[in-house]
């Protein structure tokens, strides 16, 4: 990426983050917005997003990519991690080279799952503003010598910009509707599975590529991605749609 298209892309990045008082608000769709550009800035291999609940648990609710869901989910699961970590210190971690025996000795479980799928490198940042800590984003990469600190301070302040936004968000809302913004993103979230599951059985394509043919006509529409998955797994939008030009069959 040139030096003018990335501060292009950053300044974006910090509009669109800001810009969560708008009508038709899905958190879903803010987070996927969220780690879009994180993973286009920060050049990692993948990104995940834990937040923490009504109940102080901490539930998986996005990732950019499949094996980054799964390892999300499982971490969620072993109930250690660095997002664990990041959530319960209030502080970034990491990163930290998966490689290592130390990696292993400090997360068991996580990070043989997260070797199982070749990522090497992970940190965290927590999604926070001064005390309150509402989540975590994940970065992972498939090289040990990636992640480097000044990556992690940008990664840091999306973060922090996203979880103004949402706060913000939450503020405007009523009380109901403040504590039903998470449950809705998770419902969104089984809504996109699905479209991704469909999209791909029926096109013959990983999730990944399905996940991203279904972002990028959601971005070229300028509408929302969780009513578009509603829209596809409701069988309103036919799976042809989705099939790329010839010429563009391998960039997607």
Not at 81 to 101: F, I, R, S
């Amino acid at each position: 990426m040139a030096q003018w298209e990335r501060d292009e892309r950053l300044a974006r990045a910090f509009l669109e983050l800001a810009d969560t008082l708008r009508d038709g608000f899905y958190l879903m769709d803010f987070l996927h917005v969220l780690t879009d550009h994180m993973r286009a800035l920060l050049d990692v291999t993948a990104i995940g997003v834990v937040m923490v609940d009504a109940q102080d648990r901490l539930v998986d609710v996005t990732a950019s990519t499949h094996a980054a869901h799964q390892l999300e989910e499982k971490q969620v699961e072993f109930d250690e991690g660095p997002c664990k970590e990041c959530c319960q210190g209030h502080e970034p971690v990491g990163p930290v080279d998966l490689t290592l025996p130390a990696a292993a000795e400090r997360w068991p479980r996580f990070t043989k799952a997260a070797r199982a799928v070749d990522f090497e490198t992970v940190a965290a940042v927590p999604l926070r503003l001064r005390e309150e800590v509402i989540g975590a984003v994940n970065m992972f990469h498939d090289r040990s010598d990636a992640l480097h600190p000044a990556a992690l301070r940008l990664g840091q302040s999306l973060a922090d910009a996203a979880t103004i936004g949402i706060l913000h968000h939450r503020l405007s809302q009523d009380q109901v509707e403040r504590v039903g913004q998470l449950q809705t993103a998770l419902n969104s979230r089984i809504v996109i599975e699905q479209a991704k599951g469909a999209l791909g059985a029926r096109l013959g394509v990983t999730p990944d590529t399905a996940f991203e043919r279904l972002r990028a006509r959601a971005r070229s529409r300028r509408t929302s991605l969780t009513q578009l998955c509603q829209r596809v797994v409701e069988g309103h939008i036919p799976a042809e749609e989705f099939t790329p030009p010839p010429n563009r069959q391998q960039r997607l």
